[in-house]
């Protein structure tokens, strides 16, 4: 499988806390991304890196792509509890549009 | 419209049916793509659309079908279903012609099949 795999598999932190999960991938990447799932709900993506980047940042997000380690990290600063959701790496496959989806990081903010 | 849409919101199915879920995008998208979500496995790319007329097969294409008449319309068809299609179903879009190519989700498809 082409799948990348997040770590940890399910977060639980209080109110104000930081968030860290980690994403690592299988095979030379174009860009990586990160999506946010609501339960119940579709995905919504929240930030792309490219593979020449080594961090981005997007108002309490940041990402970081090491692409020797063919690994990547979110870290959602001071968390709420509307950051409650599953979250998802996702990396080009084979150069193209399409997607490879890890398994996810479910994360709990508890107020 | 706004985004994407899916139809049904749910559906439970008998084996052995014949069932088309339905996806249209107002975005005019090019590249469209039907994904399924098992607990523990993550999405899974099933079928894409590069752009109307053409589709390919993604990581679990078995069982599944598609067609790309238009641009703005992506069913996906069981033929005859069995349980293990049982699943939530995202069709997503994107336009390769943008700087950065993310994708659009629906709400998804609950499909259930005794």
């Known amino acids: 499988s082409q799948q990348g795999e997040e770590d940890p598999q399910a977060l639980s932190i209080q109110e104000g806390e930081n968030a860290t999960m980690n994403c690592s991938y299988k095979t030379s990447i174009n860009n990586l991304q990160w999506y946010r799932q609501n339960s119940g709900r579709g995905l919504v993506h929240l930030i792309l890196i490219r593979s020449n980047e080594r961090e981005k940042h997007s108002g309490r997000l940041r990402v970081t792509l090491d692409t020797s380690k063919k690994s990547s990290s979110l870290l959602i600063t001071a968390s709420r509890a509307a950051d409650t959701a599953s979250y998802f790496c996702?990396?080009?496959?084979?150069?193209?549009?399409?997607?490879?989806f890890g398994k996810g990081t479910k994360l709990t903010v508890n107020p | 419209i706004a985004g994407i849409t899916q139809a049904p919101t749910s559906q439970i199915l008998a084996a052995g049916r014949r069932m088309t879920l339905r996806c249209t995008q107002d975005?005019?998208?090019?590249?469209m793509y039907w994904y399924r979500q098992d607990l523990g496995l993550g999405l899974r790319l099933i079928h894409y659309s590069n752009t109307a007329g053409t589709t390919g097969k993604g990581e679990v294409p078995d069982g599944y079908s598609v067609s790309r008449a238009n641009t703005d319309d992506f069913p996906l068809t069981l033929a005859s279903a069995v349980p293990s299609q049982t699943s939530v179903y995202f069709c997503?879009?994107?336009?390769?012609?943008?700087?950065?190519?993310?994708?659009?989700f629906g709400p998804g498809t609950r499909l259930t099949v005794l």
């Open positions: 975005m005019r998208h090019n590249a």
């Open positions: 996702a990396t080009d496959w084979g150069g193209s549009e399409k997607l490879v």
């Open positions: 997503a879009s994107t336009e390769p012609e943008m700087t950065v190519t993310f994708q659009f």
